[in-house]
Nanobody
Framework: QVQLVESGGGLVQPGGSLRLSCAAA????????LGWFRQAPGKEREFVAG????????EYADSVKGRFTMSRDDAKAMVSLQMNSLEPEDTAVYYC???????????????????WGQGTQVTVSS
């Protein structure tokens, strides 16, 4: 019922920046908590960042705190992840996710999310 499409991935050198976007086919986008997750080769999917339904609360994985910034634009039904000071360890497929929420919660657990995008590849390499 809700479809998410990520974009903005690509190849970048260490220390560079990328901005990922996720567009949602959902007219009531404001009712969803949103998250970014990533999965590197040979590793489990991990939480990157999350934002509550109003944008008032955000959480970040320790590994990206201070480097990544998540934001949402409900009018455009879009969520973004600004990634700065990228490191090779950030190389992964990045997924956006959404789950219906009526509070101001952020959900680091991927099992909570109802809807997932197809993913976009981010490669950080010299």
């Amino acid at each position: 019922q809700v479809q998410l499409v990520e974009s903005g991935g690509g190849l970048v050198q260490p220390g560079g920046s990328l901005r990922l976007s996720c567009a949602a086919a959902e007219i009531r986008f404001e009712n969803y908590a949103l998250g970014w997750f990533r999965q590197a080769p040979g590793k489990e999917r991990e939480f990157v960042a999350g934002i509550s339904r109003s944008g008032r609360n955000t959480e970040y994985a320790d590994s990206v705190k201070g480097r990544f910034t998540m934001s949402r634009d409900d009018a455009k039904a879009m969520v973004s992840l600004q990634m700065n000071s990228l490191e090779p360890e950030d190389t992964a497929v990045y997924y956006c996710a959404a789950t219906r929420n009526y509070n101001e919660n952020v959900y680091p657990d991927g099992r909570v999310y109802e809807y997932w995008g197809q993913g976009t590849q981010v490669t950080v390499s010299s």
